[in-house]
């Protein structure tokens, strides 16, 4: 079965329905390596960091492996695509849950094991998050800040679940930069988490990272508990 041109709309989903559909029909077998990102950028016509993020889902969910100077090899014929889609259907609710419980041990870590590299990458990440005005733009620059707190964990399996899911807290903090109604961690709350890792005190750098997401995740609660959650298309699931 060949690759084909992706048609528009959800270029990632269409890549990695293009790369499972491989899989699935025999032509990539488990221990095959699979093409290069630059080829399937070309074979399907999208973009390659379109093509690394699909591979990203399927290598966190077990049918690819990449082998960093090797390749990307195919290591299951499993269908992991039902798992995936129930995570693009997260509600913001459920993106604040499981991002409390990353960045409070991420920031934990980072406090321990930060480098002056380190500080000073977080204070430009930082610095781009309190600048960035319009939605899509802010979503990314906050997704990028917590990521980068991860990184100065240097917890690579902490890293790359945080990577996996940094399209859906990038999602659902457009949203909450859109809904004036449910609060968002500002330049202060965050500011406190670069402080506490700056100052190596892995308690103050939890008790920070609970701060900035805690306020937001307690209005998402209220919201359901009044009904206002509603799904994907609702007030809380617009995420």
């Known amino acids: 079965m060949a690759l084909s041109p992706v048609p528009g709309g959800s270029t990632v989903d269409a890549v990695l329905d293009q790369i499972q559909a491989q899989v699935n029909g025999g032509s990539w077998r488990v221990g095959d390596r699979i093409p290069a990102e630059l080829d399937l950028a070309a074979q399907l016509g999208v973009s390659r960091p379109a093509v690394r993020e699909a591979i990203r889902a399927l290598s966190h969910v077990g049918v690819l492996e990449v082998r960093r100077g090797d390749g990307t090899y195919v290591s299951s014929g499993a269908d992991p695509r039902p798992l995936l889609r129930r995570v693009a259907r997260a509600t913001?609710?459920?993106?604040?849950?499981?991002?409390?419980?990353?960045?409070?041990?991420?920031?934990?870590?980072?406090?321990?094991?930060?480098t002056a590299a380190d500080l000073a990458r977080l204070e430009d990440l930082l610095r781009a998050r309190d600048e960035a005005a319009e939605a899509d733009e802010f979503g990314a620059a906050d997704a990028r800040f917590h990521l980068g707190v991860a990184e100065a964990g240097r917890n690579p399996v902490l890293i790359e679940a945080m990577r996996f899911f940094l399209r859906r807290q990038h999602e659902a903090m457009r949203t909450i930069r859109l809904d004036h109604e449910v609060p968002e961690g500002g330049p202060a709350a965050h500011r406190a988490v670069l402080d506490a890792v700056a100052a190596r005190d892995p308690d103050a750098a939890a008790r920070a990272a609970a701060a900035v997401v805690e306020p937001t995740l307690a209005v998402l609660e209220t919201l359901v508990d009044s009904g206002a959650?509603?799904?994907?298309?609702?007030?809380?699931g617009r995420a």
């Open 229 to 236: 959650e509603a799904g994907p298309g609702g007030a809380e």
């Open 92 to 114: 913001a609710r459920d993106v604040f849950e499981v991002q409390l419980a990353y960045d409070v041990q991420a920031a934990r870590l980072a406090a321990r094991r930060r």
